[in-house]
């Protein structure tokens, strides 16, 4: 019986808002059993909430170990894991923790449908501080705007299901993603050729291998060859290539950038370093050169999903966490409405910049809410101090201890914060137009770009320990350098944008 979780156990407890439909309702745990795995449920027997509020009393359940767990809710027995195409009401959250984590990982998902609603709350790991996932607008409404907005592809019925459920008149809607149904939504090709077309400049931040350092791959999207090269010779149909400043090499051909693939973020090959390899490697532990490629991969599927490819701009992907998602409206608009209405997966990468993944401590209870359908629940808007910043890049700012006075700083899209002792520093995006620099405190601003060496107006607008400031603020190696002991001179006015 869940009573109690026993010591390094986690707890998920659930909240039925359907209580009328109980006895329609079955839930089911499956797990990667491959991996560890430690807790009350059994991975993949399926239990009817009556069953399940008889054997846990306090409607909870305790983990200790767990791969790839999935828990569905749903409407009807399970028989296995249900598919998202099938005409099962149901929905499901993801979590793991390994026997290396201090946290449970976990995350609500729409990446593969969007049915039965849920929502999550806990408490963030090594802090007080609460979080909550979940919907701000009825399920009806969300599926209703996919069908209004996202359903333009040339068969939008497959991806309208009705389902069937054994309550008497209730046949509720679910949507298949696009990573299942891409003939229901809007193909890629006129946004990736138009990128061809103008030859699109990429600068691709790769992730950093264990002992080893990130590496940023330049290059472009190529346009569309001819059947032969002037000296006659047959050319290779390549639709992206990379180099980094290694000499590695990254390709992916014409056929292996199709909007199936980039809807499902897999599916087909690469050629790294000459050498053709699938799309995501997975079989562990990956070597280096395997990180490389995985992570150069999903930030170019990032860039076509979240639509931050330019035609005309150099398009870093360092600096996704400074632009915001789906703005250019080039990228996948199922994913753009998941977005503007959850806390929700929207596609296969979702979780690398839009906050949907979630560390959550060991020791508070986890709560699993099964939503109705005519209400928005446990939707938690991204805070404006949300610490969204560039992970990587080549320039970085700090400024010394003492200078909390400033507020949190925000840049486009991201934000940073002090640290306790007032300090500040992070990776900046690289911008070639000068870009304010905001600070909430004294709610005044300076200008920068990086351009060359880098370049700052304003710096004279700052105290520093009480008294107008006048030394030097400038980029030294890519370093935006700051003072300790900082705050705004209140004499002092934002500067108007420079001209050049």
């Known amino acids: 019986m869940a009573q109690t979780a026993p010591t390094n156990y986690f707890s998920i407890s659930l909240n039925n808002l359907r209580t009328q439909d109980s006895d329609y309702l079955y839930l089911?745990?499956?797990?990667?059993?491959?991996?560890?795995?430690?807790?009350?449920?059994?991975?993949?027997?399926?239990m009817s909430w009556t069953d399940f509020a008889t054997k846990y009393p306090t409607l909870s359940f305790n983990?200790?170990?767990?791969?790839a767990g999935r828990l569905y809710i749903g409407?009807?027995?399970?028989?296995?894991?249900?598919?998202?195409?099938?005409?099962?009401?149901?929905?499901?959250?993801?979590?793991?923790?390994l026997t290396t984590d201090t946290c449970v990982w976990i995350n609500m998902t729409n990446v593969d449908m969007v049915g039965l609603p849920l929502a999550i709350a806990g408490t963030n790991a090594g802090e007080a501080s609460q979080w909550s996932l979940g919907y701000n607008t009825p399920v009806t409404s969300l599926i209703s705007a996919i069908k209004e907005q996202a359903l333009t592809g040339s068969d939008p019925s497959l991806a309208e299901i009705t389902c069937v459920t054994e309550k008497q008149g209730y046949s509720p809607t679910k949507i298949v993603a696009p990573d299942i149904c891409p003939e229901s939504y809007s193909s890629y090709d006129t946004y990736i050729a138009s990128l061809r077309a103008a030859s699109a400049q990429l600068v691709i931040t790769t992730d950093a291998p264990s002992g080893a350092s990130a590496k940023i791959f330049t290059g472009s999207f190529v346009p569309v060859?001819?059947?032969?090269?002037?000296?006659?010779e047959p050319v290779t149909d390549i639709a992206i290539s990379l180099t980094s400043g290694e000499n590695d090499t990254f390709q992916i051909e014409t056929?292996?950038?199709?909007?199936?693939?980039c809807y499902q973020c897999d599916g087909g090959t690469l050629i790294y370093n000459g050498i053709t390899v699938p799309q995501n490697q997975t079989t562990l532990p990956l070597t280096a050169d395997e990180v490389y490629a995985n992570s150069t991969f999903r930030n170019i599927m990032i860039g076509i999903n979240e639509g931050y490819f330019s035609a005309t701009e150099v398009n870093y992907s360092a600096n996704y966490p400074y632009l915001v998602p789906f703005a250019s409206k080039e990228g996948s608009v199922y994913a753009e409405v998941v977005h503007s209405n959850s806390n929700s997966y929207g596609f296969p990468y979702a979780d690398s910049n839009l906050k949907v993944l979630i560390s959550s401590s060991l020791t508070a209870p986890i709560t699993l809410t099964i939503m109705t359908d005519d209400a928005g629940y446990g939707y938690t808007a991204q805070p404006e101090n949300g610490g969204n910043q560039p992970q990587s890049g080549q320039y970085q700012f700090g400024i010394g201890a003492g200078s909390q006075a400033l507020g949190s700083i925000q840049i486009g899209n991201c934000t940073y914060l002090p640290t306790d002792q007032g300090a500040y520093g992070g990776f900046l995006p690289t911008l070639n137009e000068w870009t304010q620099m905001y600070f909430t405190g004294p709610n005044q601003y300076i200008w920068f770009k990086t351009t060359g060496n880098g370049f700052i107006t304003g710096g004279d607008c700052f105290d520093c320990g009480g008294t107008p400031y006048t030394g030097t603020i400038a980029f030294t190696n890519d370093v935006l350098e700051f003072p300790a002991n900082l705050s705004w001179n209140p004499a002092k006015q934002s500067p108007t944008k420079p001209q050049d």
């Open 225 to 232: 060859p001819g059947d032969i090269d002037p000296n006659n």
């Open 63 to 67: 983990t200790e170990y767990i791969a």
């Open 28 to 46: 089911m745990l499956t797990a990667d059993t491959t991996q560890t795995y430690s807790g009350d449920l059994t991975p993949g027997e399926c």
């Open 255 to 261: 056929g292996q950038l199709t909007s199936n693939i």
């Open 75 to 97: 409407y009807g027995a399970f028989p296995a894991a249900p598919v998202p195409n099938g005409t099962q009401y149901f929905g499901w959250i993801e979590f793991t923790r």
